[in-house]
């Protein structure tokens, strides 16, 4: 059965006003993402994922274009209507720690999910524990944990409460901010299977951001490359890694995996100077770091083209 689409955005568009000029985080982005499939979006740090993710959940309001969820776009929602849209649309951020409280217990923080939705009455203090402890199994938190604060868990754990507490509300639609990039190798495998097991078992929808390929290698659908605010790439993700036809791709591909997530991929694989995304000039912005630049890749912007079936590519040369 052809699966429905959950997902689209259009032209979507994220400016920030700052001092020097107009900042293009996120600059004319389109794509599909269909129900229980996930789209992988990475590039390096600073190329407008993070914003991308938030305009979609409406947590910053875009500059232009369109996002539509189940076929409804969200943008033309009033306050009212993205309140009741959230429960349905849900973040996980790379550090659980800054968004869970440290006074509350793994119970209360899973709780207080199930309450602030109107799931569960606060009154109802036998049902809420019942709940609460089936969420920490379901991601694999022992029962024994039940009372313990953030402080006394490893960061492993701690993204598992905060992956308890988006399942707590059931969402359709799930935003992934580098859930694993602050965690070592062993136990970003752990997470990513986890994800991986709740997507098979219950139907959720992935955007998943990283700066790690190799991350969503195994986890994606089909895999989105941004730079400076734009795509460059998109492909069904075998493809994108047996034939990566962006010259920046295949720098991000050569790239070996590293664990740490504060090391910087750009000055290790990448020569030349960053193009800053405040008033961009038209071209690639790639150009000025492109082995294969050429004078024509400057002045005109590159289409974003459909090279082979649902393999796209904005590169000049090809
Ligand atoms: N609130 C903001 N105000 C101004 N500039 C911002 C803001 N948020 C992000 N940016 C800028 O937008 C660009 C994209 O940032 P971000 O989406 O965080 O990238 P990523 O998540 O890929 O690292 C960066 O140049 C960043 O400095
Ligand atoms: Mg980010």
Known sequence: MEKKELLRVEHLKKYFHTPAGSLHAVDDVTFTVKTGETLGVVGESGCGKSTLGRVILRLHEPTAGRVFFEGYNILQYNKEQIKRLRRHMQIIFQDPFASLNPRMTVSETISEALVIQKLYSSRDQKGLRKRSLELMEMVGLAERLVNTYPHELDGGRRQRIGIARVLALNPKLIVCDEPVSALDVSLQAQILN??????????????????????????????????????????????????????????????????????????????????????????????????????????????FREIEDKHFVACGEI
């Open 194 to 303: 986890l994800m991986q097991d709740l997507q098979d078992e219950l139907g959720f929808t992935y955007l998943f951001i990283t700066h790690d390929l190799s991350v969503v290698k195994h986890l994606s659908d089909d895999i989105l490359v941004m730079y400076l605010g734009q795509m460059v790439e998109k492909a069904p993700t075998a493809r994108l890694f047996e034939n990566p036809l962006h010259p920046y791709t295949r720098a991000l591909l050569s790239a070996i995996p590293v664990p740490d997530p504060d090391f910087d991929i750009n000055r290790t694989i990448l020569k030349g100077e960053l193009t800053s995304p405040i008033e961009p000039a038209p071209g690639c912005r790639f150009a000025k770091r492109c082995p294969q630049a050429r004078e024509s890749c400057l002045g005109a912007d590159i289409p």
